[in-house]
């Protein structure tokens, strides 16, 4: 008989496993020794070899130690088939997840190498933008810094709640309308750039692509001068606004620094020439 047993060191080493896993495989049922003598120490049969040897594969990829109790409990060619076929859907699964997550951090990287490229602050230029899809949420006041944060944080919930991570920016959105009013800001609010199109979530807009006046600049995204400066550009060198403007959030207080303690932002206004 003697012959025939391992220790559970042995049992262990040959596995590349350790005496406690062994122990916690006794405790819940799922590997229990042949035989413990009167000193408590574990022995096993070299015929649990090959159980534990499945053990230890099953839980290799990925298979739960409830799901392979079971299955060696009432074990069979089928419910072996189940059980793979299963765990690979759940891989399937986190696969999706995985790459979604990998979407997310492509675009997010993108968005800081744009950033990172070199522009003249203040100095208007022509960008040809391609169509986005945004979620807007009004600002309740006239925005500051304070309802520009609560506001933003409104936007980023109604995204984490959809299952999306808001990768790609945000700013304020002024409307067209409002151009050539007292009040500039009347109905503006917060845009978050999607990631990807999600027409079914509501508040989502589309921004139409094409050629927009913009200006790098180290300022709030509300900034109303900036706004006025560009549209007076805009008049002195014969192009047309056609729409909504965009103050977007390049850079913010989390990079302030020594030279710049306020945004860093790109005001975005469609234009035809005349």
Known sequence: MENELVTISEMAKLHHLTRQTLIYYDHIGLLKPTFTNDHGYRYYSVY?????????????????LEDIKKNIESRNLESVINLLELQKNVIDEQMKELNLTRMYLQKRINFYEDSQKTYKAETPLLKQIPQRQVL??????????????????????????????????????IRYEQFYTEDLYENSGIFVVLPYPQPGLPGVEEIPGGTYLCMYKYSYP????????????????????IGDALDLCLLDTTFYNSEHNVDYCCLQIPVVKN
């Open 222 to 241: 509300y900034e109303e001068k900036d706004f006025h400066y560009l549209m007076e550009w805009a008049e002195k060198n014969n192009y047309r606004i």
């Open 136 to 173: 807007f949420v009004p600002f309740e006041e006239r925005p500051g810094k304070n309802v520009l944060h609560l506001t933003l944080m409104k936007a980023w919930n109604k995204l984490f709640d959809s299952d999306t991570i808001p990768s790609c920016g945000f700013g304020t959105l």
């Open 48 to 64: 649990q070899i090959p159980v534990l040897r499945e053990i230890c594969l099953l839980k290799k990829l990925g298979v739960k």
